[in-house]
């Protein structure tokens, strides 16, 4: 047993070593720079910090009936979703998915899996029907730092896909999807965004979120949502698109200038945290969770021709702690949306920069500590979560701080 157990934790090691070396022998880059992080609301350099706090008042503006608020709807802004410590942050903010799975096909619920909380009029308000035995929370993700994200090379993403053990251990090599660009004309990219991995440029991303979660519709999203598989047209009574654009643009703008999540500095220092730095990697946790990533050269055109990478985001150094591609380690929503049937029980790897931040864990917020998290793996995370409980009780605190210091 301890042999085998010397010879996981090796191939562990070597793996880590593999997946974080491959980030970079694919950019072919010389001379990246770290990425700016702090959670200080101030800009990465992208556009000037009046235009950034601009952008981010937009951002964290709430939005009324006039308009164009719902009909069914979340949340009246995203700041609402995305407030801790800072805007843009993460928060302990869930969304409802359902649907209905016959034990081979997913079904979404009527009009869609989303089931928006709220509704301009009772008589629209959306709930789970009784033939929903699919029924998941997805807690609200943080986006400081997403520009960053944006900017890595399709390329890089299958890299580090390609550098993860098939069938060995215990894990399956993570996932890649491509999904579409709205604003390219529906283009396909290798995604990064979102549970599911739905999106893979920022303009989709808030263009979906800003009809899903708020109901305002724009020229990317120009169709309102149902209630329930319900028209609501009679309660809309702002004409369609709701939005012309502007505020697409301005999320978008914002989240690419911000600031990636900083860590906790003195705690990171502490021999308790470097302990439990080696031990993360030593069990594995870092094959999914990698830990540095560049991305793309200054002058990259990516998201299909739309956006070119500028100074402020190419040849960047991030520590997102999470390969962006989806693995089935145990705690899938059953949900089906861009990946197709294979994804239903995969989730895209949470990064875990900024963690410290967040009181509920996991994608649907349930697991309270780090202890309560890991144990949940199960899946691919198997051999990690066995691992795991071969540590001893000073072990396994030594993890808990570091993960604390992200």
């Not at 739905?198 to 979120?209: E, R, V, Y």
């Not at 197709?340 to 649907?364: F, Y």
Request: aromatic letters at 6%; charged letters at 20%; hydrophobic letters at 40%.
């Amino acid at each position: 047993m301890k042999s085998l157990k010397v010879y996981v934790l090796g191939f562990f090691v070597v793996i880590c070593v593999l997946i974080n070396v491959v980030t970079y022998k694919v950019e072919g880059q010389s001379g990246p720079t770290e990425a700016p992080a702090a959670f200080d609301n101030q800009t990465n350099g992208l556009v000037p910090q009046a235009t950034f706090e601009a952008d981010r008042d937009t951002f964290a503006e709430q939005e009324f009936i006039a308009d164009g608020l719902g009909p069914v709807y979340n949340a009246q802004s995203c700041g609402e979703c995305h407030q801790n410590p800072v805007t843009g942050a993460i928060s302990q903010i869930t969304e409802l998915r359902a649907g209905r799975f016959d034990g081979v096909n997913f079904t979404e619920a009527a009009g869609g899996s989303l089931i928006n909380d709220r509704a301009i009029d009772p008589s629209i308000q959306e709930r789970v029907a009784d033939s929903n035995n699919v029924r998941t929370f997805r807690s609200s993700l943080n986006v400081l730092g997403d520009g960053f994200v944006e900017a890595i090379s399709d390329n890089t993403l299958i890299a580090i896909s390609q550098q993860q053990p098939i069938q060995s251990i215990g894990l399956i090599r993570g996932e890649v999807i491509r999904v579409p660009v709205l604003e390219a004309n529906n283009a396909l990219r290798v995604a990064r965004f979102g549970w599911k991995n739905q999106h893979a440029s920022l303009i989709s991303f808030a263009a979906d979120a800003y009809l899903n979660e708020m109901g305002i519709t724009s020229p990317l999203q120009p169709t309102e949502n149902t209630s329930n598989g319900n028209s609501i047209a009679a309660f809309d009574t702002v004409a369609d698109p709701e939005d012309d654009g502007d505020d697409i643009i301005a999320f978008a703008r914002f989240m690419r200038a911000s600031k990636v999540p900083p860590r906790d500095t003195q705690l990171a220092a502490t021999a308790d945290a470097r302990a439990g730095s080696q031990i993360f990697d030593q069990i594995g946790c870092a094959i999914c969770h990698v830990r540095n990533i560049t991305t793309a050269p200054v002058g990259t055109v990516i998201n299909a021709g739309q956006f070119t990478v500028p100074a402020a985001l190419g040849n960047k150094v991030i520590h997102p702690f999470s390969d962006f591609l989806l693995h089935d380690v145990g705690t899938g929503d059953g949900i089906v949306q861009n990946g197709g049937p294979s994804t239903r029980n995969k989730l895209r790897t949470p990064p875990l920069w900024g963690v410290r931040s967040r009181s509920r864990l996991m994608h649907d917020g349930e697991a309270l500590t780090f202890n309560d998290t890991i144990l949940r793996h199960r899946g691919e995370a198997t051999a990690v979560t066995l691992l795991y409980l071969t540590l001893s009780s000073t072990q396994k605190n030594q993890l808990s701080t570091f993960l604390r210091s992200l």
